[in-house]
């Protein structure tokens, strides 16, 4: 109850002290400025648009060009993708595994052919 009552007188203090502000208001002169500033004349003045006018045109050239690079990155970011993956996009793999080696681990003729080593029948060892 005694928050109650605080808040009340607050209230009041606060609405009195904005009536006699309020009275007094008119009293109070207005000067009047009769030579602009440097800053009404730029305000009023068409350099502003201007100025706007060549900040979007370089952002939006800058964007673009940003644009394009970006684009050659993940093109490029692309291709070395592809040349890595185990797929090269056709659906087969591009390395045939089951070709270097035989059911029971060995290696056969034609991996040993395709890795530069010739196969003799004297060389069981290789």
């Known amino acids: 109850m005694l928050q109650f009552i605080l ?4 209230m009041a203090s606060l609405g009195t002290m904005l009536y ?3 009275r007094s208001l008119p009293r109070v002169e207005e000067e009047i400025y009769d030579k602009p500033g440097f800053m009404d004349k730029l305000a ?5 648009e201007k100025i706007d006018a060549a900040l979007n045109d370089f952002v939006l050239k800058f964007l673009r060009k940003i644009k ?7 093109n490029s970011i692309t291709e070395k993708l592809k040349k890595i993956s185990p797929n090269n ?14 059911t029971n681990g060995e290696k056969t003729e034609g991996a040993a052919v395709s890795d530069g080593i ?9």
């Open 7 to 10: 808040t009340t007188i607050l």
């Open 89 to 102: 996009g056709n659906g087969k793999p591009r390395i045939d595994f089951k070709d270097l080696t035989s």
């Open 20 to 22: 006699l502000m309020a």
């Open 68 to 74: 394009v690079i970006l684009l050659k990155v993940d």
């Open 118 to 126: 010739e196969k003799t029948p004297d060389s069981d060892n290789n």
């Open 44 to 48: 009023s003045s068409e350099v502003p």
